[in-house]
């Protein structure tokens, strides 16, 4: 698989070979990757690769409770896993006893026969939860007595800690390829280093963040200088790293519109590929046409947010009102902003009126005060119909 992601970037985008002083680097790097910005994708055939959407990391200390039953070196062990993997990654930790004191790092363990479906065979198993790339809590479930105790725990441990990615062609104690693992590998130490250097922040798109990791791995392999330039280093990971997202991106449902929104970001703003204005329209609009409210507000925004001549507000007005037709709140408070000043859609006050209406409904600050300013300048009979086109609103389906 890889020879032919390595050949099909050579063909596509005429990269040549890594040079012999480069491997390890390009090894590091691709390893970063497949492990902290790439997970295998739920029901699709073996080996297929989703894009996470960039950076996922905490950024607040562990608060961590332990529940069930467990023997003392298997606590042992966890807690010795707990505290290498948070002085990687520069956390501190708080381990609350007793009863549920505001914990975000929650523990919990079940004997190796009774435990609940929520375990798979493989005897443990991580939940993870986080806002704009930021995580706000995990759970492990763990199995105890199960002969792949050190090897599960060390696994649910990087999950816990943002690193969602089973590359099993990497000696890493993700690889389910990988028996009688008792310790972290060096590949494992390098990506959560680097997922948490402060180079690296959360919610930072995928490209971005490889740029910043080549250059971090760059220099703690004294290949460049700190504060060196790195971007002649690692040119077919990098180039891989585009393949990968154009063909994601081909897709359908949330992975593909993750990955179209990287490119178009990336293309918009010369990270890593190119500046280059067709390629950025043309997989934002391929993220906005996926029908999902969610990322055609986002398409909508950047169209807004980028300077000539990408910014673009008839297609802003376009993505903004697809996806405040499905009921996207924000969506509705920045459709109504545009038809009340006439960029992207003629100027309608009326309608302007009744989405800020919509938007103060559903508490989008700054939408009420919008609206009754805008009132101002509307007649009794102007905004009775706003109201009544406010009220009948039914939210559509996707499109």
Same mark, same amino acid.
């Given at each position: 698989?890889?020879?032919?992601?390595?050949?099909?970037?050579?063909?596509?985008?005429?990269?040549?070979?890594?040079?012999?002083?480069?491997?390890?680097?390009?090894?590091?790097?691709?390893?970063?990757?497949?492990?902290?910005?790439?997970?295998?994708?739920?029901?699709?055939?073996?080996?297929?690769?989703?894009?996470?959407?960039?950076?996922?990391?905490?950024?607040?200390?562990?608060?961590?409770?332990?529940?069930?039953?467990?023997?003392?070196?298997?606590?042992?062990?966890?807690?010795?896993?707990?505290?290498?993997?948070?002085?990687?990654?520069?956390?501190?930790?708080?381990?609350?006893?007793?009863?549920?004191?505001?914990?975000?790092?929650?523990?919990?363990?079940?004997?190796?026969?009774?435990? @609940?479906?929520?375990? @798979?065979?493989?005897?443990?198993?991580?939940?993870?939860?986080?806002?704009?790339?930021?995580?706000?809590?995990?759970?492990?479930?763990?199995?105890?007595?199960?002969?792949?105790?050190?090897?599960?725990?060390?696994?649910?441990?990087?999950?816990?800690?943002?690193?969602?990615?089973?590359?099993?062609?990497?000696?890493?104690?993700?690889?389910?390829?990988?028996?009688?693992?008792?310790?972290?590998?060096?590949?494992?130490?390098?990506?959560?280093?680097?997922?948490?250097?402060?180079?690296?922040? @959360?919610?930072? @798109?995928?490209?971005?963040?490889?740029?910043?990791?080549?250059?971090?791995?760059?220099?703690?392999?004294?290949?460049?200088?700190?504060?060196?330039?790195?971007?002649? #280093?690692?040119?077919?990971?990098?180039?891989?790293?585009?393949?990968?997202?154009?063909?994601?991106?081909?897709?359908?449902?949330?992975?593909?519109?993750?990955?179209?929104?990287?490119?178009?970001?990336?293309?918009?703003?010369?990270?890593?590929?190119?500046?280059?204005?067709?390629?950025?329209?043309?997989?934002?609009? #391929?993220?906005?046409?996926?029908?999902?409210?969610?990322?055609?507000?986002?398409?909508?925004?950047?169209?807004?947010?980028?300077?000539?001549?990408?910014?673009?507000?008839?297609?802003?007005?376009?993505? #903004?009102?697809?996806?405040?037709?499905?009921?996207?709140?924000?969506?509705?408070?920045? #459709?109504?902003?545009?038809?009340?000043?006439?960029?992207?859609?003629?100027?309608?006050?009326?309608?302007?009126?009744?989405?800020?209406?919509?938007?103060?409904?559903?508490?989008?600050?700054?939408?009420?005060?919008?609206?009754?300013?805008?009132?101002?300048?509307?007649?009794?009979?102007?905004?009775?119909?706003?109201?009544?086109?406010?009220?009948?609103?039914?939210?559509?389906?996707?499109?």
């Amino acid at each position: 698989m890889r020879i032919w992601m390595a050949l099909l970037a050579a063909l596509v985008l005429g990269v040549a070979p890594a040079r012999a002083d480069e491997a390890k680097l390009s090894a590091a790097l691709d390893a970063f990757e497949r492990m902290a910005l790439w997970r295998v994708a739920t029901g699709l055939p073996t080996g297929a690769l989703e894009s996470t959407g960039g950076v996922i990391r905490w950024q607040q200390p562990l608060r961590v409770r332990m529940a069930g039953r467990s023997s003392s070196s298997e606590r042992s062990f966890l807690l010795k896993v707990l505290n290498e993997a948070a002085e990687l990654a520069n956390l501190a930790i708080v381990v609350e006893n007793g009863a549920r004191s505001g914990e975000n790092f929650k523990i919990e363990f079940f004997p190796e026969y009774g435990a @609940p479906p929520i375990i @798979p065979d493989a005897g443990c198993l991580a939940r993870t939860w986080h806002i704009q790339g930021i995580m706000t809590r995990v759970e492990l479930y763990i199995r105890t007595g199960s002969r792949e105790y050190t090897r599960c725990i060390l696994r649910a441990m990087l999950h816990g800690f943002g690193i969602p990615g089973h590359p099993n062609d990497l000696d890493s104690v993700l690889s389910f390829t990988r028996h009688g693992i008792s310790r972290f590998t060096e590949a494992d130490v390098t990506t959560l280093g680097t997922l948490y250097h402060s180079s690296v922040w @959360p919610g930072m @798109p995928h490209l971005e963040a490889m740029v910043a990791a080549r250059k971090l791995l760059a220099e703690r392999m004294g290949l460049i200088p700190a504060g060196g330039d790195a971007s002649g #280093l690692a040119r077919l990971t990098m180039d891989l790293s585009v393949v990968r997202l154009r063909a994601s991106a081909e897709e359908s449902g949330r992975p593909a519109a993750i990955a179209a929104i990287q490119l178009g970001i990336a293309y918009s703003r010369g990270n890593y590929v190119r500046t280059y204005r067709d390629e950025a329209n043309r997989y934002m609009r #391929l993220a906005g046409d996926g029908g999902i409210p969610e990322f055609q507000y986002i398409v909508g925004s950047m169209f807004l947010e980028w300077v000539s001549p990408l910014r673009d507000d008839k297609a802003a007005a376009h993505y #903004l009102e697809k996806a405040a037709l499905q009921n996207h709140a924000d969506a509705m408070f920045l #459709l109504a902003r545009l038809l009340a000043s006439g960029r992207g859609r003629e100027f309608d006050p009326v309608a302007a009126y009744a989405w800020f209406s919509l938007a103060a409904e559903r508490k989008v600050r700054g939408a009420a005060t919008a609206r009754d300013n805008l009132s101002a300048n509307l007649s009794a009979a102007q905004i009775a119909e706003a109201k009544s086109r406010a009220e009948k609103f039914v939210p559509q389906p996707a499109r």
